[in-house]
């Protein structure tokens, strides 16, 4: 059976501007220490546009997957769906978010044996969605009392005990900008959701989705 998450996303009334439908691949494979060996032709290309040059052009070969994922809860359950793919018979597949500053990302991801007891992580870019403004996100360095918490997984932040879409964090209109500096978690949905498909490896009672680092 394959293993497949999906709805980890805000429904679909809650969402604004024009959609446009896409089918952009990126791949890359993993060795068995999780080491990134090989990108697909699409990586550069992804890279340069989501203003990340120096993932570019080979930058990220020999390096291990986890160098680039934030967050305790998102980087153990990256470690638990590399286990959940080499120990099954099928691909592991999700959707989730990676939104750039004005567009909505939506991709979905499979992950699968490949030889050798490498990992094939295959990423498509299913849809955007434009922003009204432009909220560029960070990584803080120090996390403090308010700083945000973004979901690896679907991106929203989480403010005053909600998880809402960044754009709705600012009073404003649209066409301005905005700046955010956020650590790294897994809402409670995306938790749940990403439990069921992790299973039976699962996660330990101790990380809590409220907690990410
Ligand atoms: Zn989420």
Redesign the pocket.
């Known amino acids: 059976m394959t293993h497949r998450l999906r709805s ?1 996303i805000l429904p679909l009334q809650q969402l604004q501007g024009p959609c446009r439908p896409m089918d952009i691949r990126v791949d890359f494979y993993l060795n068995d220490l999780d080491e990134i060996i090989s990108v697909g032709q699409e990586w550069d290309d992804f890279a340069l546009k989501n203003g990340a040059p120096e993932l570019a052009g080979g930058g990220v070969i020999g390096r291990p997957l986890l160098d680039f994922v934030s967050g305790n809860v998102t980087r153990h359950f990256v470690e638990t769906l590399l286990l959940t793919a080499r120990a099954g018979s099928q691909p592991v597949e999700l959707d989730y978010r990676c939104d750039s500053p004005d567009e909505r990302r939506y991709m979905h991801m499979r992950v699968s044996l490949a030889d050798n007891n490498t990992v094939c992580f295959s990423n498509t870019l299913l849809r955007t969605e434009l922003r009204s403004k432009k909220i560029f996100i960070n990584k803080a360095a120090q996390r403090s009392r308010n700083t945000p918490v973004r ?6 932040l989480l403010s005053k005990s909600q ?1 809402i879409e960044p754009e709705h964090i600012f009073e404003s209109g649209p066409g301005e900008t905005h700046g955010i500096f956020v650590i790294y978690g ?2 409670s ?3 749940t959701e990403l439990q069921s498909i992790v299973a039976p490896a699962g996660v330990p009672d101790s990380v809590n989705p409220a907690l990410p680092c």
Do not use: P
């Open positions: 980890s979901c690896s997984m679907c991106n929203l998880w897994i809402c949905r995306c938790f």
